[in-house]
């Protein structure tokens, strides 16, 4: 959190020192408030930074161990753990500082119209003060694949079974190989029946709590004059039972869609079995049919995304991020918006401007120091991300999802190889610095 | 744009009651927009926090939300067992003096480093400070190897002291900066007729500068206090075990240790969160001094 911080400014009218002094006693004193610092300075920063430094030319363990020149730089863009660190890194960058300055102004913006700005704020600062390792646990338990535990697959299959709901046998197979698998997993009885038919529908693969509710004992029906009927029933009872022979003790399956297809392919009707699985189409016209199931009644559940896999675990680390941060973003970005010349806005606006004009010709330009303060403290941040990585990426996606700052730890730490450590601590420092270096120069500028 | 004088037409002095209510009416979807967003960023926390008071074997088949359903699945279980757990309160304890510790010494080093920037006057003065402003550009990742050794050297790895020290250190850039810039502004004659009265430096400094002082210092104080609290990294490489490294030791098992995992966390953020409701003025003062004026 000191991260957000390091942007600051002195404030105005900084009184120069007194020059009168009585020489050494001066500088004992100015000694005695400076030593406890510049003692934790020196051996916690400055010796650090530059053993690092020179570390990161020599090899693998030891306090130094053997001079390997530029070996270990090359080990970073040799090695694919590192180069997914590397390519993670690049989207963080690009993804992280834009949606979090866009969502701070957007949200300091519209706040500052509501008479309850205060509590709005309070709720998405809030995870500013949380650790991120916390939240890295908080968005792991929303991100459970299983829509019945992972609150963000639940929503995803309430959308999703309202476009397209479960069928009523997700998991049932057919008990006997006299079918052929139909358009998306539709079953189809392999011979074409004729009326006077029978269809026996066996299927198993059905848990006992997923049958239908008011499951009754299957009949098969007698044929009839005219008429194709038959029976959809689960072949299968303690035992086992006989597949393909409807038997005591195996229930119908009730409420199932039955279709009738004409011997192109061509559904002609359809109907519901009963109680007893069995149903009925009458009065069918001389020919050969097909009869089958069609494949909605096989559907699958929504399963949930996976957000927590290989492919979309550095996703999921983004939104758990920007949640994080855009109360930063806000916070900051509505202050500069409360000290904005009010006479500039209310110009533009008794000028005819509409609001969005306003927002894109006037608000944003005056905007611009406050909204790239905020932009350059994301950046830096993120490439030090690390915490919310090891927390919320499974040990199994971590791989996927390594960022340098973690890679850099797991060299050293878990492989011990200190001199590759040290080599991707630098190469960090290498890409902060300049964004830092562009802050300071900022905030000197105008300071002066 | 035109000039402000050239206006066509001004609002009308007085609104009728009609106009107060079209307008109120204007901006009903802007409310609702803002109370949806507000509840969903909420979530996350939330959830956290029923899922911990959830027993595990309802966490294990079914979400959270269950409970507005059943709410009399709650129960505090978790946390008594948790708080019976030598190896959590210890960490707990591990994390308050790292957390304390670490916030008294930032704030009496920095202060006193601000004040010498301030105040007083020695040769070179400028240019160290730049010096000071200019380490904060270093990541703490450059500090990890070498004083890993060199805790193993001196024998002081895994110990409290050895993470206080560390996290000072890298808080002390922005400290002093912050210190110094806010003394810088305290006004010249209180201290000058301090000195002209006789008083010594270190007079000025606890009578005068601290109490003075003290916004910019309640800010620095409740910064550092969130930055260690909240910390993984640190302690993680020097094997110290405070409650963000323990819960990181029960990850490998997320699933079935979700009933320790759950409360722990919401244990480590609640700490975070008082100081922050209570602080909540000087935290945001800190985070403007940082950024924007």
Same mark, same amino acid.
């Given at each position: 959190?000191?991260?957000?911080?390091?942007?600051?400014?002195?404030?105005?009218?900084a009184?120069?020192?007194?020059?009168?002094?009585?020489?050494?006693?001066?500088?004992?004193?100015?000694?005695?408030?400076?030593?406890?610092?510049l003692?934790?300075?020196?051996?916690?920063?400055?010796?650090?930074?530059?053993?690092?430094?020179?570390?990161?030319?020599?090899?693998?363990?030891?306090?130094?161990?053997?001079?390997v020149?530029?070996?270990?730089?090359?080990?970073?863009?040799?090695?694919?753990?590192?180069?997914?660190?590397?390519?993670?890194?690049?989207?963080?960058?690009?993804?992280?500082?834009?949606?979090?300055?866009?969502?701070?102004?957007?949200?300091?913006?519209?706040t500052?119209?509501?008479?309850?700005?205060?509590?709005?704020?309070?709720?998405?600062?809030?995870?500013?003060?949380?650790?991120?390792?916390?939240?890295?646990?908080?968005?792991?338990?929303?991100y459970?694949?299983?829509?019945?535990?992972?609150a963000?697959?639940?929503?995803?299959?309430?959308?999703?079974?309202?476009?397209?709901?479960?069928?009523?046998?997700?998991?049932?197979?057919?008990s006997?190989?006299?079918?052929?698998?139909g358009?998306?997993?539709?079953?189809?009885?392999?011979?074409?029946?004729?009326?006077?038919?029978?269809?026996?529908?066996?299927?198993?693969?059905?848990?006992?709590?997923?049958?239908?509710?008011?499951s009754?004992?299957?009949?098969?029906?007698?044929?009839?004059?005219?008429?194709?009927?038959?029976?959809?029933?689960?072949?299968?009872?303690?035992?086992?039972?006989?597949?393909?022979?409807?038997?005591?003790?195996?229930?119908?399956?009730?409420?199932?869609?039955?279709?009738?297809?004409?011997?192109?392919?061509?559904?002609?009707?359809?109907?519901?079995?009963?109680?007893?699985?069995?149903?009925?189409?009458?009065?069918?016209?001389?020919?050969?049919?097909?009869?089958?199931?069609?494949?909605?009644?096989f559907?699958?559940?929504?399963?949930?995304?996976?957000?927590?896999?290989?492919?979309?675990?550095?996703?999921?680390?983004?939104?758990?991020?920007?949640?994080?941060?855009?109360?930063?973003?806000?916070?900051?970005?509505?202050?500069?918006?409360?000290?904005?010349?009010?006479?500039?806005?209310?110009?533009?606006?008794?000028?005819?401007?509409?609001e969005?004009?306003?927002?894109?010709?006037?608000?944003?330009?005056?905007?611009?120091?406050?909204?790239?303060v905020?932009?350059?403290?994301?950046i830096?941040?993120?490439?030090?991300?690390f915490?919310?990585?090891?927390?919320?990426?499974?040990?199994?996606?971590?791989?996927?999802?390594?960022?340098?700052?973690?890679?850099?730890?797991?060299?050293?730490?878990?492989?011990?190889?200190?001199?590759?450590?040290?080599?991707?601590?630098?190469?960090?420092?290498?890409?902060?610095?300049?964004?830092?270096?562009?802050n300071?120069?900022?905030?000197?500028s105008?300071?002066? | 744009?035109?000039?402000a004088?050239e206006?066509?037409?001004?609002?009308?002095?007085?609104?009728?009651?009609?106009?107060?209510?079209?307008?109120?009416?204007?901006?009903?979807?802007?409310?609702?927009?803002?109370?949806?967003?507000?509840?969903l960023?909420?979530?996350?926390?939330?959830?956290?926090?029923?899922?911990?008071?959830?027993?595990?074997?309802?966490?294990?088949?079914?979400?959270?939300?269950?409970?507005?359903?059943?709410?009399?699945?709650?129960?505090?279980?978790?946390? %008594?067992?948790?708080?019976?757990?030598?190896?959590?309160?210890?960490?707990?304890?591990?994390?308050?003096?790292?957390?304390?510790?670490?916030?008294?010494?930032?704030?009496?080093?920095?202060?006193?480093?601000?004040?010498?920037?301030?105040?007083?006057?020695?040769? *070179?003065?400028?240019?160290?400070f730049?010096?000071?402003?200019?380490?904060?550009?270093?990541?703490?990742?450059m500090?990890?190897?070498?004083m890993?050794?060199?805790?193993?050297?001196?024998?002081?790895? *895994?110990?409290?002291?050895?993470?206080?020290?560390?996290?000072?250190?890298?808080?002390l850039?922005?400290?002093?900066?912050?210190?110094?810039?806010?003394?810088?502004?305290?006004?010249?004659?209180?201290?000058?007729?301090?000195?002209?009265? *006789?008083?010594?430096e270190?007079?000025i400094?606890?009578?005068?500068?601290?109490?003075?002082?003290?916004?910019?210092?309640?800010?620095?104080?409740?910064?550092?206090?969130?930055?260690?609290?909240?910390?993984?990294?640190?302690?993680?490489?020097?094997?110290?075990?405070?409650?963000?490294?323990?819960?990181?030791?029960?990850?490998?098992?997320?699933?079935? %240790?979700?009933?320790?995992?759950?409360?722990?966390?919401?244990?480590?953020?609640?700490?975070?969160?008082?100081?922050?409701?209570?602080?909540?003025?000087?935290?945001?003062?800190?985070?403007?001094?940082?950024?924007?004026?």
């Amino acid at each position: 959190m000191s991260d957000a911080s390091i942007t600051a400014e002195p404030p105005p009218g900084a009184a120069p020192p007194e020059s009168s002094g009585e020489g050494l006693a001066r500088h004992l004193t100015g000694a005695f408030f400076l030593a406890p610092a510049l003692i934790l300075l020196a051996v916690w920063l400055l010796y650090p930074t530059i053993y690092t430094v020179i570390r990161s030319f020599f090899g693998r363990s030891g306090y130094l161990g053997a001079w390997v020149g530029i070996d270990n730089y090359k080990t970073l863009f040799t090695t694919s753990t590192i180069l997914t660190a590397i390519k993670n890194n690049a989207i963080w960058v690009a993804v992280v500082p834009a949606f979090v300055t866009a969502i701070g102004l957007i949200f300091a913006v519209l706040t500052e119209r509501v008479r309850w700005a205060v509590a709005f704020k309070t709720v998405v600062f809030l995870p500013m003060a949380i650790s991120a390792f916390a939240t890295g646990i908080t968005w792991r338990i929303m991100y459970q694949q299983n829509p019945s535990q992972g609150a963000i697959n639940a929503l995803g299959r309430t959308v999703s079974d309202a476009f397209s709901p479960a069928g009523v046998l997700p998991s049932a197979t057919p008990s006997t190989p006299i079918f052929q698998q139909g358009q998306g997993g539709a079953l189809i009885l392999k011979t074409p029946l004729r009326p006077n038919g029978v269809a026996l529908i066996g299927l198993t693969g059905i848990a006992p709590q997923d049958m239908p509710k008011g499951s009754t004992q299957a009949v098969q029906p007698a044929p009839k004059p005219g008429a194709i009927d038959g029976v959809v029933w689960r072949d299968f009872k303690p035992g086992g039972g006989k597949p393909g022979v409807v038997e005591q003790g195996e229930l119908g399956i009730p409420g199932v869609t039955v279709q009738l297809q004409d011997s192109a392919g061509k559904v002609m009707r359809t109907t519901k079995t009963d109680v007893h699985g069995t149903f009925d189409f009458a009065d069918v016209p001389p020919g050969a049919y097909n009869v089958g199931i069609g494949a909605q009644t096989f559907a699958k559940p929504f399963g949930g995304y996976s957000w927590l896999g290989p492919s979309l675990i550095t996703p999921a680390l983004l939104i758990a991020y920007i949640w994080i941060w855009a109360g930063f973003a806000m916070v900051v970005i509505a202050a500069g918006l409360s000290a904005m010349p009010r006479d500039v806005l209310e110009a533009a606006r008794t000028d005819g401007a509409s609001e969005w004009q306003v927002f894109r010709r006037v608000t944003v330009p005056l905007l611009a120091p406050v909204l790239s303060v905020v932009f350059i403290t994301m950046i830096i941040n993120v490439l030090k991300v690390f915490d919310i990585v090891i927390a919320l990426a499974p040990d199994s996606v971590q791989a996927n999802a390594n960022v340098l700052a973690l890679a850099m730890w797991r060299t050293a730490f878990t492989a011990f190889d200190f001199g590759t450590g040290s080599a991707i601590a630098v190469f960090i420092f290498l890409l902060v610095i300049p964004v830092l270096a562009l802050n300071i120069r900022r905030f000197r500028s105008e300071a002066s | 744009m035109t000039a402000a004088g050239e206006a066509v037409h001004l609002p009308a002095p007085g609104e009728s009651a009609a106009a107060k209510i079209l307008r109120a009416l204007a901006k009903t979807p802007l409310q609702i927009l803002l109370g949806v967003i507000g509840l969903l960023w909420l979530v996350p926390t939330i959830g956290l926090f029923i899922t911990s008071i959830l027993p595990a074997n309802t966490l294990a088949s079914q979400g959270w939300w269950k409970i507005f359903a059943h709410p009399s699945l709650a129960t505090f279980a978790n946390y %008594s067992v948790l708080f019976h757990n030598a190896g959590l309160t210890g960490a707990l304890k591990t994390t308050a003096y790292i957390a304390v510790g670490n916030t008294v010494l930032v704030v009496i080093v920095g202060a006193l480093a601000g004040y010498a920037f301030a105040w007083l006057d020695f040769p *070179g003065r400028d240019w160290l400070f730049l010096g000071v402003i200019g380490l904060l550009v270093v990541p703490l990742q450059m500090a990890l190897i070498p004083m890993f050794k060199l805790y193993d050297l001196f024998g002081i790895s *895994g110990t409290v002291l050895s993470v206080i020290l560390f996290h000072a250190a890298f808080g002390l850039p922005f400290a002093v900066f912050l210190l110094r810039n806010f003394f810088a502004g305290i006004p010249k004659d209180i201290l000058e007729s301090a000195r002209i009265d *006789g008083a010594n430096e270190i007079w000025i400094f606890l009578r005068l500068i601290l109490p003075l002082g003290l916004p910019a210092i309640a800010s620095l104080a409740i910064f550092q206090f969130l930055w260690t609290w909240n910390d993984l990294i640190v302690s993680l490489t020097f094997g110290v075990t405070p409650i963000t490294v323990w819960i990181f030791g029960q990850l490998r098992q997320f699933a079935s %240790s979700i009933d320790i995992i759950a409360p722990a966390s919401f244990i480590s953020l609640v700490v975070p969160l008082v100081v922050f409701f209570a602080f909540q003025r000087y935290f945001v003062q800190g985070l403007l001094a940082g950024s924007v004026k």
